[in-house]
């Protein structure tokens, strides 16, 4: 007998703007050999725009509707990597979904964040005083980020490569 066909991701990657979610997602589903789904990237394509201007012309709330829907098409029938936006977790539905996932939550400071995305207008969230902006918001979020993650791994001074190696190598031992 066959065993039954994968259902869940192999690990779901989350954690604020600038923690390397897409890049270290995609390097980590290279390393398992297995499949990348970028929740937001998806939203992006089913809508035909960025997500800047989806806050902008339809709000905030039209695009967590959109983000909650693909998180939880996502966990149900992604089998690879799958990356989550930042305030994704903050949704109770969306939370309440990852319990029983592997959930990777790659914690970054702002020095290594800013680096990272530039605090520049494309991001709806951040485009007030970026850096006080990016603190609050991260403060708010961190104990949702603590409390859903399997694994959480400090990307401070990390290439993405060095992350999504140690993320890989959590994922074999927990599996042996």
Request: proline share 6%; net charge negative.
């Given at each position: 007998?066959?065993?039954?066909?994968?259902?869940?991701?192999?690990?779901?990657?989350?954690?604020?703007?600038?923690?390397?979610?897409?890049?270290?997602?995609?390097?980590?589903?290279?390393?398992?050999?297995?499949?990348?789904?970028?929740?937001?990237?998806?939203?992006?394509?089913?809508?035909?725009?960025?997500?800047?201007?989806?806050?902008?012309?339809?709000?905030?709330?039209?695009?967590?509707?959109?983000?909650?829907?693909?998180?939880?098409?996502?966990?149900?029938?992604?089998?690879?990597?799958?990356?989550?936006?930042?305030?994704?977790?903050?949704?109770?539905?969306?939370?309440?979904?990852?319990?029983?996932?592997?959930?990777?939550?790659?914690?970054?400071?702002?020095?290594?964040?800013?680096?990272?995305?530039?605090?520049?207008?494309?991001?709806?969230l951040l485009s007030v005083n970026p850096r006080a902006s990016w603190v609050a918001m991260m403060n708010h979020r961190r104990p949702t980020y603590?409390?859903?993650?399997?694994?959480?791994v400090d990307t401070a001074g990390r290439t993405a490569d060095e992350v999504a190696d140690l993320v890989a190598a959590e994922l074999e031992a927990?599996?042996?």
């Amino acid at each position: 007998m066959n065993p039954a066909p994968r259902t869940r991701p192999v690990a779901v990657v989350v954690g604020p703007p600038g923690a390397g979610k897409t890049t270290v997602g995609r390097a980590l589903a290279a390393r398992l050999g297995v499949g990348f789904h970028d929740v937001d990237a998806a939203i992006e394509a089913a809508q035909g725009r960025p997500i800047s201007d989806i806050f902008v012309d339809d709000g905030e709330a039209f695009f967590r509707d959109l983000e909650r829907a693909e998180v939880a098409r996502s966990l149900a029938e992604e089998t690879g990597v799958v990356s989550l936006g930042g305030g994704a977790v903050m949704d109770p539905l969306t939370e309440e979904s990852l319990a029983g996932h592997v959930v990777v939550f790659l914690d970054v400071a702002i020095a290594d964040a800013s680096k990272r995305i530039g605090f520049d207008r494309s991001r709806p969230l951040l485009s007030v005083n970026p850096r006080a902006s990016w603190v609050a918001m991260m403060n708010h979020r961190r104990p949702t980020y603590e409390r859903i993650a399997t694994l959480r791994v400090d990307t401070a001074g990390r290439t993405a490569d060095e992350v999504a190696d140690l993320v890989a190598a959590e994922l074999e031992a927990a599996r042996t």
